[in-house]
């Protein structure tokens, strides 16, 4: 599958943020989104998926956020907020921060 523009700038962002997250190859959909997963210290498995209609989700177990996808959205601080929750799960901490809430 081919990302779609949004997608392709969010993984762009991401993979400059963790490399890490950049050495296995994104799972695409049919939408032009991606899936790709990481573990958190607990053993866990973190996931981030993106829709091309502008929005990520970040997610770990039943607990997830969204970031993005609403008409006053800016992509630079959805992606930032993205990947700081990312940081946070992976630092094995409770990826919700300021105004993101667990659902």
């Known amino acids: 599958m081919e990302l779609g523009d949004y997608s ?4 762009a962002a991401l993979v400059g943020a963790l490399p890490k997250l950049g050495e296995q190859a994104p ?3 049919e939408d032009g ?11 866990a498995t973190g996931w981030v998926t993106t829709e ?6 970040v997610g770990s177990g ?9 008409a006053d959205s800016v992509d630079a601080h959805d992606f930032e907020q993205a990947i700081g929750c990312i940081r946070r ?4 901490e409770n990826g919700a921060s300021g105004d993101v809430l667990p659902l």
């Open 62 to 70: 039943s607990w997830h956020a969204h970031f993005g996808g609403w």
């Open 52 to 57: 091309e209609f502008g929005r990520v989700t």
């Open 89 to 92: 799960l992976m630092a094995g």
């Open 8 to 11: 392709s700038r969010f993984l």
């Open 27 to 29: 799972a695409g959909s």
């Open 33 to 43: 989104g991606f899936t790709v997963t990481f573990l958190t210290p607990s053993g």
